[in-house]
């Protein structure tokens, strides 16, 4: 199982980043996969999953409709889609996959929004 994310970088507040995480070794699919992030010194907070073959999708309260999952099956990808960036959504992005219970984390791709 490999998971690798890209799209982060440096954006002024208002701004917006797509984030791409790239699955291999399983199919998404069937699986919960998305979104945590993190700030040093700070916990870990998810902010957005989708599961199961409907597509069902889950956002963090920050989120505020700001932020939109989205996922192709053909390509095993996943993306964050992130609008009206906020200072505080500086962080590290971390795709994540649940397979059977088990956890599995990419290594991560840096947002920051700084004026």
């Known amino acids: 199982v490999q998971l690798v994310e890209s799209g982060g970088g440096s954006v002024p507040p208002g701004g917006s980043l797509t984030l791409s995480c790239a699955a291999s070794?399983?199919?998404?699919?069937?699986?919960?996969i998305g979104w945590f992030r993190q700030v040093p010194g700070k916990e870990r907070e998810g902010v957005s999953y989708?599961?199961?073959?409907?597509?069902?999708?889950y956002y963090g309260d920050f989120v505020k409709g700001r932020f939109t999952i989205s996922r192709d099956i053909a390509k095993n990808m996943v993306y964050l889609q992130m609008n009206v960036l906020k200072l505080e959504d500086t962080a590290d992005y971390y795709c994540?996959?649940?397979?059977?219970?088990?956890?599995?984390w990419g290594k991560g791709t840096l947002v920051t929004v700084s004026s």
């Open positions: 994540y996959a649940n397979i059977r219970g088990i956890y599995y």
């Open positions: 070794g399983f199919s998404i699919d069937f699986r919960a």
């Open positions: 989708i599961t199961d073959p409907t597509g069902t999708t």
